[in-house]
T-cell receptor, first 115, second 112 residues
Framework: ELKVEQNPLFLSMQEGKNYTIYCNYSTTSDRLYWYRQDPGKSLESLFVLLSNGAVKQEGRLMASLDTKARLSTLHITAAVHDLSATYFCAVDTLFIIQGAQKLVFGQGTRLTINP | KAGVTQTPRYLIKTRGQQVTLSCSPISGHRSVSWYQQTPGQGLQFLFEYFSETQRNKGNFPGRFSGRQFSNSRSEMNVSTLELGDSALYLC???????????FGEGSWLTVV
């Protein structure tokens, strides 16, 4: 059974600092998603990583994928308060189970950025 | 381009009742999937439909069912509601074949 684990689960940081959220998964996959969720809201797609070595950047967020290590990272640069949210990584099982598109989510990382 | 639309957004039901939630995918998307989000269990996959066929089902009891219509719209039904069914139910759509998966705003279900 595919398992996806994020760490840390809770992260409190100061504005202007850098930090990284880690996402490990247990079975080979080459499609990984990062989502953001604000309180009481749905999931907002941030990044789709499609292959080993993929790197995507948007503003202060950068995501990367290492399929050999089964690891993805979400790096936050010079954090600002507006980035406070819960961040989820999810692995698409399509390429594990043929024909069955299904996301398996990590537990989420609740990020709080303090002024 | 309209996003994934879910109705109703909020509803309160009594134990033992049943509920039907509706989802309209992004135009052109043929894959529709459903997820349940609770504080205790996190985000869990319910089922996925593609061209009216259920391709995959998560580990939920038979009280949870769904269907997809020829226009790709989907409904999910939960019968004999239990308190533990209180959750945010999210619908997602994609073009299928491993494309980006977009989520709707969700339906908040409270069972009392």
């Amino acid at each position: 059974e595919l398992k996806v684990e994020q760490n840390p689960l809770f992260l409190s940081m100061q504005e202007g600092k850098n930090y990284t959220i880690y996402c490990n998964y247990s079975t080979t996959s080459d499609r990984l998603y990062w989502y953001r969720q604000d309180p009481g809201k749905s999931l907002e797609s941030l990044f789709v990583l499609l292959s080993n070595g993929a790197v995507k950047q948007e503003g202060r967020l950068m995501a990367s994928l290492d399929t050999k290590a089964r690891l993805s990272t979400l790096h936050i640069t010079a954090a600002v308060h507006d980035l406070s949210a819960t961040y989820f990584c999810a692995v698409d099982t399509l390429f594990i189970i043929q024909g069955a598109q299904k996301l398996v989510f990590g537990q989420g990382t609740r990020l709080t950025i303090n002024p | 381009k309209a996003g994934v639309t879910q109705t109703p957004r909020y509803l309160i039901k009594t134990r033992g009742q049943q509920v039907t939630l509706s989802c309209s995918p992004i135009s052109g998307h043929r894959s529709v999937s459903w997820y349940q989000q609770t504080p205790g269990q996190g985000l869990q996959f319910l089922f996925e439909y593609f061209s009216e066929t259920q391709r995959n089902k998560g580990n939920f009891p038979g009280r949870f069912s769904g269907r997809q219509f020829s226009n790709s719209r989907s409904e999910m039904n939960v019968s004999t509601l239990e308190l533990g069914d209180s959750a945010l139910y999210l619908c997602a759509s994609s073009l299928g074949q491993g494309n980006t998966i977009y989520f709707g705003e969700g339906s908040w279900l409270t069972v009392v």
